[in-house]
């Protein structure tokens, strides 16, 4: 079992939806939770970090922990064309150093 | 406030070579990750820096090495380069450096690795 599972995807989404990411991950000690967006040739780029169980919203981001589940996801609201991407899950553990270990990602695509 | 920078951009080297590459984190930021990113293995942590120590390694060969300067920059260093090891190199800086998980990581633009 992988310690962070993202669907692959791809994802579609027609413009204006509403798209849902979902991350699980293993390990029951993990304490951070990041969601990174990465175009096609670029790095990632840090879009929303959550640390305590429930929502986090951030403009059209809307992060959801649920540390009993293990389950992380994400929100984008009002989707545009220009957030097709792939979309990495991130989970750090205390103690950890800033060593992040990252899913696979989920490919995002919007269309109009 | 200037983003992560890394050089060289771009680098073509061939089996057995060895390879120095270059990161500068955000400024008054102290912590230096490392990550290569491959289509097969996606993106996997290679070791962190802080105040000129490693505190973490992850599960790469004693090819893969690194140090960070008094300044906070940060070199990683591959030698006996293998076919293997063509990747998009990240680091990523962080401003707190302590125990807690709570940091959140920027990243550079990276560094692309060709090995022929």
């Known amino acids: 079992q992988k310690e962070v599972e993202q669907n692959s995807g791809p994802l579609s989404v027609p413009e204006g939806a509403i798209a849902s990411l979902n991350c699980t991950y293993s390990?029951?000690?993990?304490?951070?939770f990041f969601w990174y967006r990465q175009y096609s040739g670029k790095s990632p780029e840090l879009i929303m970090s959550i640390y305590s169980n429930g929502d986090k919203e951030d403009g059209r981001f809307t992060a959801q922990l649920n540390k009993a589940s293990q389950y992380v996801s994400l929100l984008i609201r009002d989707s545009q064309p220009s957030d097709s991407a792939t979309y990495l899950c991130?989970?750090?553990?205390?103690?950890?150093?800033?060593?992040?270990?990252f899913g696979a990602g989920t490919r995002l695509a919007v269309h109009p | 406030k200037a983003g992560v920078t890394q050089t060289p951009r771009y680098l073509i080297k061939t089996r057995g070579q060895q390879v120095t590459l270059s990161c500068s984190p955000i400024?008054?930021?102290?912590?230096v990750s490392w990550y290569q990113q491959t289509p097969g293995q996606g993106l996997q942590f290679l070791f962190e820096y802080f105040s000129e120590t490693q505190r973490n390694k992850g599960n790469f060969p004693g090819r893969f090495s690194g140090r960070q300067f008094s300044n906070s920059r940060s070199e990683m260093n591959v030698s006996t380069l293998e076919l293997g090891d063509s990747a998009l190199y990240l680091c990523?800086?962080?401003?707190?450096?302590?125990?807690?998980?709570?940091?959140?990581?920027?990243f550079g633009p990276g560094t692309r690795l060709t090995v022929l």
């Open positions: 990523a800086s962080s401003l707190v450096g302590g125990l807690a998980a709570y940091n959140e990581q920027f």
């Open positions: 400024s008054g930021h102290r912590s």
């Open positions: 991130a989970v750090s553990r205390a103690g950890g150093y800033n060593k992040l270990i």
């Open positions: 390990d029951r000690v993990s304490q951070s």
